[in-house]
């Protein structure tokens, strides 16, 4: 059913867009450039605009501004490809894993949006970009593919390190409502009110599903180390150490997915810093002295068995970090490599920064935010929020100037003003060069590459960003009632002090003294997965072949 459904659709999409040789008058009506821009903007020239799906306006643009926004140098023309989501739609971010799912892999964003359409059949894809970036000079996420920056895939907490130290960048992401939340590292942006603070629940959340595996039914706490205390559930993953497990109850989890975070910035090996762990049950035995996890296995372990009763064999299991505060509602969240609009602000106007030689101008105030790259010859990808929530997704190509700016690429000043003149109130850069990629859905039901920086279907990389509806014809899983968990008097222990607890895999935690049995036994919150109510229908088309001057 939902193959005909997407072939109809499909249809409808190649008959718009073979008509589009044939619509060359203006539409205002499908501008995507609605908000007027003058700063360094002189010229939009929109060469194509189509509606996909009734939910995404899809356009290609050759827009023209002075570089780094100094109105005395020249003014230089970059092809935009934009794709501005609706009401209808929703923002998600999805990774691939490696073959056998231990860890993070990369792969262009093609097969990335095929694997989020097969894995999540309620979801129609439309359009994608590539997201975070990954960090190619360390040894450890080269391998694995690792995104640098935290992220959250569909409500799972894939990655989960801090971001201190690293101003200027930061994570934005959207809750199952489209609202957006957004935090950026960094002093200035803080005191000038841009950002919510990023927070987690302290531990871990060992989070039982329903028979739906929709939902977490119930949660423990769980402790990423090798003490086995009172009234506390640990773990460890098959890197680990041989432990002595002896007088503990063992929970072996033969894990579905697994995925280990590092900082892995600029070549820093700092060891495993988080974890990301789904699966099953299959074995609850007694502890021994010299235990190792095996391959493809996580093992759990408590000398207080009668505190977790609800894990049993066959119990479908997650354990993670979980959001908090602002974020806990937050289901789909990227990393960004620097924030380039903040509330209405176009941000570092003017900056060439401390790795790019070749700018002849000092670099503003917000030198101290800017990591690197406002100022290079380089392709962009960038993602934009309006106001009310709606996701703008940009790849800039390198300038089609025909004297010395050739494939110079938009300085962040200048993709701040097109995401302003596309209505956005928020923006920020994701990764650029050879991994900028726009991924559009064809006539025969896969996706094609409207523009990749490297050639082809595009450079592996290690997520992206799509924008997808509701298809009504599939049905959600139903949603499983929250188990009723016991309760005991809190043991009376005298206050607690944080302590720094080092593990095997050399991961740091923060950790209170161990939780009494209240603390242990609280139920996770069911959170619905609702559909949008938009009805797939057959796309609008309009075309436009006229330019725009904004000066």
């Known amino acids: 059913m939902k193959r005909s459904i997407k072939n109809a659709i499909l ?3 190649c008959i718009a867009m073979l008509a589009l040789a044939t619509l060359p008058v203006y539409s205002a009506e499908n501008d995507p450039y609605g908000v007027e821009s003058v700063g360094c903007i002189t010229d939009i020239n929109v060469e194509s605009s189509v509606e996909l799906c009734g939910a995404v306006n899809y356009f290609t ?9 100094l109105e005395e140098r020249e003014a230089i023309p970059y092809k935009t490809y934009g794709a501005i989501g609706s009401q209808d739609t929703r923002m998600f971010v999805y990774s691939v894993g490696s073959e056998n799912n231990f860890d993070f892999s990369t792969a262009n964003v093609k097969t990335i949006v095929e694997a989020f359409e097969r894995d999540n059949p309620q979801w129609n894809a439309i359009v994608a970009i590539n997201g975070d970036f990954f960090d190619m000079e360390n040894t450890v996420t080269a391998t694995y593919g690792e995104p640098e920056f935290p992220m959250v895939q569909l409500g799972d907490v894939y990655k989960s390190n801090a971001l201190a130290h690293m101003t200027g960048r930061g994570l934005v992401g959207t809750d199952a409502d489209g609202n957006m939340v957004y935090y950026t590292v960094g002093s200035k942006y803080s005191s000038l009110g841009y950002g919510t603070p990023l927070t987690y629940e302290s531990n871990y959340k060992l989070q039982i599903l329903g028979e739906s595996r929709n939902n977490p039914i119930c949660s423990y706490t769980a402790f990423a180390n090798t003490k086995s205390l009172e009234k506390r559930m640990a773990f460890i993953t098959p890197e680990s150490a041989p432990q002595d497990l002896s007088g503990t109850t063992v929970y072996a989890l033969k894990y579905n997915t697994y995925r280990r975070s590092h900082t892995g910035i600029n070549g820093a090996e700092l060891g495993t810093q988080g974890y990301f762990i789904e699966g099953e049950i299959i074995e609850i035995r007694k502890g021994s002295a010299n235990e190792k996890a095996p391959d493809g296995q996580v093992l759990f372990f408590t000398p207080n068995p009668e505190l977790f009763e609800h894990l049993k064999i066959g119990s479908y299991v997650k354990c993670q970090k979980v959001l908090s505060d602002e974020w806990a509602g937050v289901e789909n969240a990227i990393g960004f490599k620097q924030q380039i609009l903040a509330e209405g602000n176009i941000l570092l106007k003017n900056c060439y920064g401390r790795n790019n030689p070749t700018g002849d101008q000092a670099s503003s105030t917000w030198t101290e935010d800017i990591y690197d790259y406002p100022y290079c010859w380089k392709n962009r990808t960038a993602i934009g929020f309006r106001e009310d929530g709606t996701p703008v997704l940009l790849v800039i190509k390198r300038s089609t100037h025909s004297g010395e700016y ?13 995401l302003k003149a596309l209505g956005c109130t928020n923006g920020f850069l994701l990764d650029g060069g050879g991994s900028s990629t726009m991924v559009i859905r064809d006539e025969n039901g896969s996706f094609v590459t409207a523009y990749s920086g490297s050639g082809g279907d595009g450079r592996a990389v290690a997520n992206a960003v799509i924008l997808a509806v509701r298809d009504e014809s599939v049905e959600l899983p139903p949603e499983d009632e929250t188990l009723e968990m016991p309760t ?3 043991t009376e222990r005298p206050t607690s002090r944080p302590t720094e607890v080092k593990t095997d895999a050399s991961e740091t935690e923060t950790e209170s003294e161990p939780l009494t049995t209240d603390e242990q036994s609280g139920c996770g919150s069911a959170i619905a997965l609702p559909a949008l109510t938009a009805t797939l229908v057959g796309c609008l ?10 000066r």
Not at 61 to 69: P, W
Not at 413 to 418: D, L, V, W
Not at 541 to 550: F, I, N, P, Y
């Open 11 to 13: 249809l409808d999409v």
């Open 61 to 69: 643009s050759v827009v023209t501004s002075h570089i780094q926004g």
């Open 406 to 418: 050739n494939k110079l690429g938009a300085s962040y000043y200048e993709i701040g003003e097109q």
């Open 488 to 490: 005991e008097k809190p």
């Open 541 to 550: 088309v309009s075309t436009t072949a006229s330019k725009k001057k904004r």
